[in-house]
């Protein structure tokens, strides 16, 4: 059986939308917009993004030097099968925060300045993207957990 919780290894927000997002050690999410003073809040589908860390690693292992949040992810979970999780399924971030999983992957609309500086993009393969159900603060090291409804 896959693992059903992991820890926030980084969150990562950024001003513009394509770009490699910087860290910050907390953030606050609101529903239906995702993470305060991030690009990608907004009232979509893809409010939050989600990267496994061992996606980053594996990246690593090929001698590209990249960090938490170079593939514009919002939380970066460590000990997590984010690949396992289906679309639907809820996460509980923290003490209050709730997601529901959206979409896994993406398309990408031609070469963005991660596909330019990497190479490639691991999100539309790796990634997945949720909605805020429930409000609230988190902050790197909480637990990531699916929940039953």
Avoid: W, Y
């Avoid at 893809?46 to 996606?55: I, K, P, T």
């Avoid at 679309?87 to 330019?116: M, N």
Wanted: proline share 3%; charged share 25%; hydrophobic share 40%.
């Amino acid at each position: 059986m896959a693992t059903t919780s992991g820890r926030i290894r980084a969150i990562s927000i950024s001003q513009q939308k394509g770009t490699p997002k910087f860290n910050v050690p907390a953030a606050d999410l609101q529903v239906d917009h995702g993470i305060v003073g991030d690009a990608h809040a907004g009232s979509g589908h893809r409010q939050v993004s989600l990267l496994a860390f061992d996606s980053i690693e594996m990246v690593r292992r090929q001698g590209v030097e990249i960090a938490p949040g170079d593939f514009a992810e919002n939380l970066t979970v460590e000990g997590l099968d984010l690949s396992s999780i289906p679309v639907g399924s809820r996460l509980r971030v923290g003490d209050s925060v709730e997601l529901e999983v959206t979409q896994r992957g993406k398309q990408c609309h031609g070469r963005c300045a991660i596909f330019e500086r990497l190479g490639d993009c691991i999100m539309p393969h790796e990634g997945i993207f949720a909605r805020v159900k429930h409000a609230g603060h988190i902050q790197v090291g909480d637990i990531v957990e699916v929940v039953d409804d």
